[in-house]
């Protein structure tokens, strides 16, 4: 059984900044790839932010702008969103990709999702 819990998500003025937190945990052996995406009304979930072994990926609407960060020790996983706009309102989704056992392939897991509002 593997629990993902966000935090951080809230309302914001266009220009100011919030940092989402993702923590995982149970039954983890190892841990591939952990992510944020995010889903606006209507539309489809996409990826905004992913590290991997120390390899970060950005969506293009957000670089320059938010920063992924992991901290293995902790199994958590960090965005700092700064520069908000109205655009980047939407529900933000943890993912974490991995293994409960050496002998089990890796799976996604997903979290609740947490609500980022940016006012104009």
């Known amino acids: 059984q593997v629990q993902l819990v966000e935090s951080g998500g809230g309302l914001v003025q266009a220009g100011g900044s919030l940092r989402l937190s993702c923590t995982a945990s149970g039954s983890i052996f190892r841990i591939n790839t952990m992510g944020w995406y995010r889903q606006a009304p209507g539309k489809q979930r996409d990826l905004v932010a992913s590290?991997?072994?120390?390899?970060?990926k950005y969506a293009d609407s957000v670089k320059g702008r938010f920063t992924i960060s992991r901290d293995s020790a902790k199994n958590t996983v960090y965005l700092q969103m700064n520069s908000l706009k109205p655009e980047d309102t939407a529900v933000y989704y943890c993912?974490?990709?991995?293994?409960?056992?050496?002998?089990?392939?890796?799976?996604?897991?997903w979290g609740q999702g947490t609500q980022v509002t940016v006012s104009s």
């Open positions: 590290v991997s072994d120390g390899s970060t």
């Open positions: 993912n974490v990709v991995l293994a409960t056992t050496s002998l089990r392939p890796y799976f996604n897991y």
